[in-house]
Every structure is written in C-alpha cells, then in structure tokens.
C-alpha cells in the first residue's frame, strides 16, 4: 500500500502563489509516476501535471502551463506543485496521486492506484 498526505492548500488572492506538498509512504517503489488532479465544485475531477521517475517526464493541462511547476524530492518521498499567478478558476480540492500508467494515458484519473485525501485551494478575485 502506498499512503499520500497533502498540505499547503489555502486561501489567496489572484495572482498570488501557493505551493502544494504530498509526501508519500509506505511501498513508494512500487509506482512510477505521480500526479496532481483537481476537482471544484459540481465539476468532474481534472488533471492538472504528472511527473514520472524513470525519465523525469512531466506533463500539464493546458490552462496551468507557464504558471504551475510539478517537481519532486526523491529523498523525502515528497511531490510539489508550484502554483503562480493564481486565478479564481484554479480553485478546487487538489489531490495527489500514484501510479504506473501506460505513457499516453497520464492524464486519465482511471489510471492511478492510490489517492491522497485532497487540500482545498481558494483562489478569491
């Protein structure tokens, strides 16, 4: 089993910045690649990045590149997400996952194994 924890979610204004942490345990070998999802209110989870250990591949929806940077501490067992000049639409819970999906399909929410509990980001205009 694989156990991840979020923290650093909150409330900031627009264009402000947060950075997001999921710091994972347990059988960490056994996933390739992490990812963070997001889902606001009455809307389906979205993927948001993903970043794979192998060869240090990551990934962005369209709307948070240039503005968001995925990154990891190996040594901590620890994901981050840096998010700059926040907007009220990037308000949601913001989840952390783990997988192996097959390359072309980092992006599906099907495709991972094992969830955080999710940290609530609040971006107010």
């Known amino acids: 089993q694989v156990q991840l924890v979020e923290s650093g979610g909150g409330l900031v204004q627009a264009g402000g910045s947060l950075r997001l942490s999921c710091a994972a345990s347990g059988r960490t070998f056994s996933y390739g690649t992490m990812a963070w999802f997001r889902q606001a209110p009455g809307k389906e989870r979205e993927f948001v990045a993903f970043s794979t250990w192998s060869d240090g591949s990551t990934g962005y929806v369209d709307s948070v590149k240039g503005r968001f940077t995925i990154s990891r501490d190996n040594a901590k067992n620890t994901m981050y997400l840096q998010m700059n000049n926040l907007a009220p639409e990037d308000t949601a819970l913001y989840y952390c996952?783990?997988?192996?999906?097959?390359?072309?399909?980092?992006?599906?929410?099907?495709?991972?194994?094992?969830w955080g509990q999710g940290t609530q980001v609040t971006v107010s205009s």
């Open positions: 996952a783990a997988g192996n999906p097959a390359y072309s399909f980092r992006h599906y929410r099907t495709r991972y194994d094992y």
